[in-house]
């Protein structure tokens, strides 16, 4: 393994490890494990790692900016979350009559919103949609017909934002209007075969795209025209997202899952050195 790759020390792998983020808040990285029903968190101070058990998927957790705790995607509804003790509540259930489906990745832009998307369990079907919950907790389905929604990602000073569809190795950019209305998805980045294909994602400070790549034991850097700009590779075939951390927001944590596979470091969470500053994440403003 490179110098430049480190296994974060704990006791358990995710199934499906997803969503890291970066708390300056807390001075930890929160995470989860979808199908394992996870909430996982780091404390950068200590290393220690804490875990809790949730009753259903959870696909993603996003901190509040006017309240306590978070707002999480757990199976197919947005909920209030807090820890300790664990409570959940729910805020809205854009999907309920989709008896197949579950959240899976989220994003938080700089209105406060959450972006979100849904799929299948079995992966093989469009019956996936992508949402926006506003701080007024209204949920608005936005687009439909996703198979594997993944990786909301938002560039600095907004405008637009790019959002995946593993299943078809694609990612889709929407302009954003004020209001937060969408434009018709069109194809950005289309994965080439080795690359392995898009999961989550996220952008730097200077305006570049990372990628993490499922199936292809890496994650690559876009340049901001969508251009292949760098590779980091890793000991594990599916990697699913990253997020910047740390004071200076230099430091990277890495997700995997170990479901479907036999390799020693799949569903390990990974730090990297990604040469390159982040930018904070957003939080919801209801």
């Known amino acids: 393994m490179s110098e430049a790759v480190r296994i974060v020390a704990r006791p358990r792998r995710d ?11 807390d001075n930890v990285v929160y995470w989860v494990d979808i199908l394992g029903k996870r909430l996982n968190r780091l404390s ?11 009753p259903d998927t959870i696909g993603w957790v996003i901190e509040r900016e006017e309240a306590p705790g978070f707002i999480a995607g757990i199976g197919r509804r947005f909920t209030a979350l807090t820890l300790d003790p664990l409570e959940i509540r729910t805020l809205a259930a854009p999907e309920d009559e989709r008896v197949g489906n579950r959240f899976n990745d989220a994003k938080a832009d700089d209105h406060g919103r959450i972006w979100a998307g849904s799929m299948p369990f079995t992966c093989d079907r469009p019956t996936g949609a992508f949402y926006r919950l506003d701080p007024d907790g209204r949920a608005v389905r936005v687009d439909d017909g996703y198979t594997i929604a993944n990786g909301p990602a938002i560039p600095p000073g907004g405008g637009f934002l790019l959002h995946t569809d593993t299943a078809e190795a694609t990612i889709y950019r929407y302009t954003v209007g004020q209001d937060g209305s969408l434009s018709e998805r069109t194809p950005f980045i289309a ?23 499922w199936g292809g034991s890496c994650v690559m850097r876009f340049t901001p025209d969508g251009r292949p700009d760098r590779r980091i590779m890793l000991p594990a075939s599916q990697i699913t997202s990253m997020t910047f951390a740390g004071a200076g927001l230099d430091r990277m944590f890495v997700t995997s899952a170990a479901d479907g596979v036999d390799e020693p470091a799949a569903g390990a969470l990974f730090e990297v050195d990604p040469g390159c500053g982040g930018l904070p994440p957003y939080r919801y403003r209801g």
Do not use: I
């Not at 199934?15 to 808040?25: D, F, I, Q, V």
């Not at 101070?45 to 809790?52: I, R």
């Not at 075969?193 to 993490?212: E, R």
């Open 44 to 54: 950068l101070s200590t290393g220690a790692v804490d875990e809790w058990v949730t």
């Open 191 to 213: 994965f080439q075969a080795d690359w392995g294909n898009p999961d989550g994602m996220t952008f730097d400070a200077d305006g570049c795209l990372w990628v993490a790549c």
């Open 15 to 25: 199934t499906l490890g997803e969503g890291p983020s970066w708390s300056a808040r």
